[in-house]
């Protein structure tokens, strides 16, 4: 089990604060609140993982270089899960039964949110903002008084998608590809309701095998799309297979334009595919890193800079979290309970600019959808 903490720079004598008696209330020591964060840092996401970690990061090293929150640090405790679910259910156990944790943060995927939710409503842990859009795992389908997301729903990213082709006219020659997992099917659902509230019909659907990125894995998805001739393809996969598709497709005679979401590694897309990246349209959960004016674009453009960070969306998601933990945090400063944390974070409706939709009955998060296209030098444009 690989371990790592986002933020070491706690004095020796509180560096292991799990050895010391139990405090009254999980994770809230003299010196320091502790987080956990089962995620992925070794497998198919964890660049994904990485970049927003980094970008939470930034702005609790910066809390914590002001004095911390009434006098405690934050740190944030990571497991490394490898996008397993089962190592996933283990590390949660660990975090919250043996290191006692405040609250669980920032895990990465939706088969990995789908094992933990019953967890955290069993042992009542708050499991704020798993990086995850899918519709499944929220309400109305999984109503929850633990967990809160921020990202905006798959569900909205595919029904912008769908406007945006029946805006263009490519209404008839629509199709998708999406993986065999808990991921894959919440797109292939969500798809399908999108295109029946637009009026639409798929031309054609593309199964890809769970992480797996060779030629052969991918072949009878090209197959089947170049029998069907779609002039746009819907991309219901994050993993390495999206490359590894689009490349076999195109090399088969396949040309159609790609509609991935927000959870693509754009870095890696370009990389890998090089001029034939260009053109795929991302959806966006998160206002552009580089050129957005809303004030927390700005504040978190000006602490990457300070601390030599590249900008980036999943940075900024990251950070747009550590921002409302902190302010919820701060609403109770000198007692922390998880209680009062998940009725902060609950009350909060933006982040300097950035909408956050919390009802009684739904903490879905935000409502931001765009679309920006992947250019000529591998950065996003609008």
């Known amino acids: ?7 070491l720079s706690l004095p020796a004598a509180t560096a292991c604060p799990w050895l010391l008696a139990a405090p009254s209330e999980p994770g809230v ?10 995620a992925d840092l070794t497998a198919s996401r964890a660049a994904i993982t990485k970049a927003y970690s980094e970008g939470a990061g930034l702005h609790f090293a910066e809390v914590n270089a002001a004095g911390g929150i009434g006098g405690r640090r934050i740190r944030v405790l990571q497991l490394d899960d490898g996008y397993d679910v089962n190592r996933a259910s283990d590390n949660a156990r660990v975090l919250v039964e043996e290191r006692n944790v405040f609250a669980l ?11 933990l939710l019953p967890y955290v409503e069993e042992r009542r842990v708050p499991f704020v903002h798993a990086l995850t859009g899918a519709d499944q795992v929220r309400p109305p389908a999984r109503p929850s008084k633990e967990a809160f997301f921020l990202r905006a729903s798959y569900g909205r990213e595919i029904d912008r998608i769908v406007k945006q082709l029946k805006t263009q006219g490519v209404v008839s020659r629509i199709a998708l590809i999406y993986e ?10 969500a798809t399908a309701q999108a295109m029946k509230a637009n009026g639409l019909a798929l031309l054609a659907s593309g199964v890809l095998p769970p992480n797996q990125t060779s030629a052969a894995a991918v072949a009878p998805a090209v197959a089947t799309l170049i029998k069907a001739a779609p002039a746009a393809i819907i991309v219901g996969s994050a993993g390495p297979s999206v490359e590894q598709f689009i490349q076999a497709y195109h090399d088969a005679g396949g040309n159609a334009r790609y509609y991935c979401l927000s959870v693509s590694n754009v870095d890696r897309l370009y990389r890998a595919l090089g001029p034939l990246s260009e053109g795929i349209v991302i959806a966006q959960v998160m206002p552009a890193p580089d050129t957005s004016n ?12 300070a601390r030599a960070a590249t900008p980036s969306t999943f940075g900024l998601e990251g950070y747009i979290s550590a921002r409302m933990i902190v302010q919820s945090l701060r609403q109770n400063a000198s007692q922390p309970t998880r209680a009062r944390f998940t009725a902060a974070l609950a009350a909060q409706s933006e982040v300097a600019g950035f909408p956050v939709r919390y009802k009684a009955d739904s903490r879905e998060g935000s409502p931001f959808v765009g679309l920006a296209m992947i250019g000529a030098s591998g950065h996003l444009v609008t």
């Open 180 to 189: 065999d997992e808990p991921f894959g099917h919440g797109i292939r659902d």
């Open 105 to 115: 943060v920032h895990s990465v995927g939706t088969a990995i949110a789908d094992r």
């Open 29 to 38: 020591q003299k010196t320091e609140i502790l987080f956990g964060q089962t």
């Open 1 to 7: 089990m690989k371990r790592r903490d986002l933020l």
């Open 294 to 305: 809303i004030p927390v674009v700005v504040e978190y453009r000006k602490l990457a800079a």
